[in-house]
């Protein structure tokens, strides 16, 4: 309105003020009456800057009634996007009812029902849509055919200069595999929503009303770079807005309309009103949900290790490991993702690591490539790790199985909760309407961040970090073995411990899989099952300081997404530690407060 941004545009729901972002659907059958003020904003209203929006809900009737309606578009009536049949390929489906009356009536002196003294009315509305935003032009996506082919055999291995690289079959679509649809794929969405009213007339002038409203959705969020490919990771939305009010006014009447006329002072009330909103938002995949692991889990990688020795004198001495061999087992959790590296590690030669290498010698040049020596050359071909994820197609559209929401992070919540309180006194004064108001309002909000996909990383940079590499000589050997044919023992080492360099996670990861909790023993991270992780594993510094991106951004919650139940001060950041000895970096919700006072004048002239 007026040009202003979508958030200076104020909603009021029967003297509610809703907060910015919070859903504003109701039933239609709920409204009364609906006030648009583009200019002019009356104090009442407070600091507007752009338009109000000032909606009234309908009141209980003196009589019962009732009402259903049901409107649709057409259904879907198979699993494709496309099998829907009617008016249009969107499928809107609306079913609304509503019903109000008397609860209680007043009696005369002889008993008869004179006036309600308790009435209520209550409107509810289910939603249904296949496509909550249709697009003019509609939508595109490769033939189904297409896409059975690549999901079946979704990697490619293509020679490049003496070497091999792993690259995805969509690379090679052609033209004639993409079809266009009208229907834009998995932005669906459900919507509940609800109102209702409760009058009591406790006197001739005195009424209370308690009212409400909710508005539930739960959508697939659109997004456009997934359509051609990925449209299964559309994001999934459930937003909830509710609100709750009670209201106390009070009229002052003269006892007969003679008195009435005749009286300086007319039409004159004052009402008070407590109100109750809050809102929440929760993003998170559609298919892991807060499966947190498993959103970037490939498979089980399995790395095979062996010794290294260096000739000193007449003694081999052991001076590190060398990674020999990496075996891949799918996992079932995203298994495009799986399938694409299964390709890799059964489309190319098995070859035996040679054994001169681990005693100095360079292969250098020789028969040994090495395509399944290490997480590094997997990696380097192509391979997709635990926590990778695929590259884009032309930088335009996501590769299956790629998680992304366009709009933050994977993982999110926001809570925002409003308590209001206000006062209004208002009588006419000869030509003046005074009215004469009190506001208080305190609004909280809350956010949790949390990129899933990156834990993984974050886990194989911290799980190993303590342990340094093998110093032959400074210390004893751990174990002296004298093997067949060797002319010089072979003297093995331990790995050395830093104790500067240890890692919360990689204590409490050891304590999970039953080893020493400062042990030297390497993990290996992406040998692991996701159910062996979880996000307390790690503290919260881990988290917010992870290389050279955050993984975890929260306000109002702790760094697990646990709701704060006190008010952490700003030294608690730096100073505030839990039972584990570990800095919670608390921050507190963003909590501001609007009060306000207001005094308005209307009044006319007789003769300008």
Same mark, same amino acid.
């Given at each position: 309105i007026r040009g202003a941004r979508t958030e200076a545009t104020y909603y009021y729901i029967d003297?509610?003020?809703?907060?910015?972002?919070?859903?504003?659907?109701?039933?239609?059958?709920?409204?009364?009456e609906v006030q648009v003020i583009t200019g002019g904003v009356p104090a009442n209203y407070g600091d507007v800057t752009g338009g109000l929006i000032n909606i009234t809900t309908r009141g209980p009737s003196r009589q019962f009634f009732g009402g259903a309606e049901y409107l649709t578009s057409g259904f879907k009536v198979g699993k494709d996007i496309t099998d829907i049949i009617g008016l249009d390929k969107f499928a809107f489906n609306q079913v609304e009812a509503s019903v109000s009356g008397p609860?209680?009536?007043?009696?005369?002196?002889?008993?008869?029902?004179? *006036?309600?003294? /308790?009435?209520?009315?209550?409107?509810? +509305?289910? %939603?249904?849509?296949?496509?909550?935003?249709? #697009?003019?032009?509609g939508d595109v996506r490769v033939r189904r055919d297409v896409r059975d082919g690549i999901e079946a055999n979704p990697g490619q291995v293509l020679?490049?200069?003496?070497?091999?690289?792993?690259?995805?079959?969509?690379?090679?679509?052609?033209?004639?595999?993409?079809?266009?649809?009208?229907?834009?794929?998995?932005?669906?969405?459900?919507?509940?929503?609800?109102?209702? *009213?409760?009058? /009591?007339?406790?006197?001739?002038?005195? +009424?209370? %009303?308690?009212?409400?409203?909710?508005?539930? #959705?739960?959508?697939?969020?659109?997004?456009?770079?997934n359509s051609l490919l990925n449209p299964e990771r559309n994001v999934r939305t459930k937003e909830l807005s509710w609100r709750a009010f009670i209201k106390y006014t009070q009229r002052f009447t003269n006892r007969t309309s003679e008195e009435e006329k005749k009286s300086t002072i007319k039409n004159a009330f004052y009402s008070l009103q407590f109100d109750y909103s809050r809102y929440q938002n929760n993003v998170q995949d559609f298919v892991h949900g807060d499966r947190l692991f498993d959103y970037g889990y490939v498979g089980r990688f399995t790395t095979y290790r062996a010794p290294q020795f260096e000739l000193r004198g007449s003694r081999w001495v052991q001076v590190g490991e060398r990674d020999t061999?990496?075996?891949?087992?799918?996992?079932?959790?995203?298994?495009?993702?799986?399938?694409?590296?299964?390709?890799?590690?059964?489309?190319?030669?098995?070859?035996?690591?040679?054994?001169?290498?681990?005693?100095?010698?360079?292969?250098?040049?020789?028969?040994?490539?090495?395509?399944?020596?290490d997480l590094i050359e997997v990696q380097r071909r192509g391979v997709l790790l635990n926590g990778n994820r695929p590259v884009s197609l032309y930088q335009m559209w996501n590769n299956p199985g790629f998680i992304d929401d366009p709009n933050g992070a994977e993982f999110r919540k926001r809570l925002n909760e409003q308590v209001r309180f206000t006062a209004v006194g208002s009588a006419d004064i000869g030509q003046h309407a005074v009215m004469v108001g009190i506001e208080y309002e305190q609004l909280t909000q809350r956010r949790y961040d949390l990129s899933p996909v990156g834990l993984w990383t974050r886990a194989r940079g911290l799980a190993n970090f303590h342990l340094e590499n093998f110093v032959g000589d400074s210390l004893p050997p751990s174990a002296i073995v004298q093997l067949p044919n060797s002319p010089f023992p072979f003297h093995y080492y331990d790995r050395l411990f830093s104790a500067d360099a240890f890692k919360f996670f990689s204590g409490n990861l050891r304590s999970a899989l039953g080893l020493d909790r400062t042990g030297l023993d390497y993990i290996d991270i992406d040998a692991l099952d996701p159910s062996v992780f979880t996000l307390d594993m790690f503290e919260p510094d881990e988290l917010i300081n992870a290389g050279n991106s955050t993984l975890v951004s929260y306000v109002g919650y702790d760094y697990l997404g646990n709701k704060l139940t006190r008010k952490p001060s700003f030294d608690d950041f730096f100073t505030q530690k839990d039972d584990r000895g570990v800095n919670t970096r608390a921050q507190a919700p963003f909590q501001p407060i609007y009060m306000a006072g207001y005094v308005m004048d209307k009044f006319a002239f007789d003769d300008i």
């Open positions: 003297g509610v003020k809703v907060p910015a972002g919070a859903g504003t659907g109701l039933p239609k059958g709920a409204i009364e609860l209680l009536f007043r009696k005369d002196s002889l008993g008869n029902k004179s *006036k309600p003294l /308790i009435g209520f009315f209550l409107s509810g +509305q289910y %939603t249904n849509v296949v496509d909550n935003g249709p #697009s003019y032009i020679s490049t200069g003496g070497d091999v690289a792993l690259v995805n079959r969509t690379e090679f679509l052609r033209t004639s595999d993409i079809e266009s649809i009208p229907t834009r794929q998995n932005a669906g969405e459900v919507i509940y929503t609800a109102s209702g *009213k409760i009058d /009591i007339a406790t006197t001739q002038n005195v +009424q209370l %009303t308690m009212g409400g409203s909710l508005d539930y #959705s739960n959508r697939q969020s659109y997004n456009r770079n061999l990496v075996t891949f087992s799918p996992g079932t959790q995203n298994p495009y993702l799986a399938a694409f590296d299964n390709y890799y590690f059964n489309a190319l030669p098995r070859e035996q690591f040679p054994i001169p290498a681990l005693f100095g010698a360079q292969i250098d040049g020789g028969p040994y490539v090495g395509y399944y020596q």
